[in-house]
């Protein structure tokens, strides 16, 4: 059984900063498959960003130079930075993991971003 857990979701104005983070549970993400996902209101969930076991990230064009994702294997825990924040980022941010896939999926924290 795998448990994600995320956090730091908030309100924040255009332009500003969040770190998302997502602590696993019940296995190692330096095995796993790690990524971030987030869903708007009225709209599909949609992929945001992803790390590969070597610690390479990959990252929608959307967000692209301004999001980063990272990982610190010995916290079992996978974060997301947050720059430039836009309006349309508004989103419930979702964490995600899996030997092949994601499988797995936190609860999600909410991020929203006021003009």
């Known amino acids: 059984q795998v448990q994600l857990v995320e956090s730091g979701g908030g309100l924040v104005q255009a332009g500003g900063s969040l770190r998302l983070s997502c602590a696993a549970s019940g296995r190692t993400i330096s095995t796993s498959l790690m990524g971030w996902f987030r869903q708007a209101p009225g709209k599909e969930r949609e992929f945001v960003a992803g790390?590969?076991?070597?610690?390479?990230?990959y990252y929608a064009d959307s967000v692209k130079g301004r999001f980063t994702i990272s990982r610190d294997n010995a916290k079992n825990t996978v974060y997301l930075q947050l720059n430039g924040l836009k309006p349309e980022d508004t989103a419930v941010y979702y964490c995600?993991?899996?030997?092949?896939?994601?499988?797995?999926w936190g609860q999600g924290t909410q991020v929203t971003v006021s003009s």
């Open positions: 995600a993991a899996g030997p092949a896939g994601y499988t797995y």
């Open positions: 790390i590969r076991r070597s610690g390479g990230g």
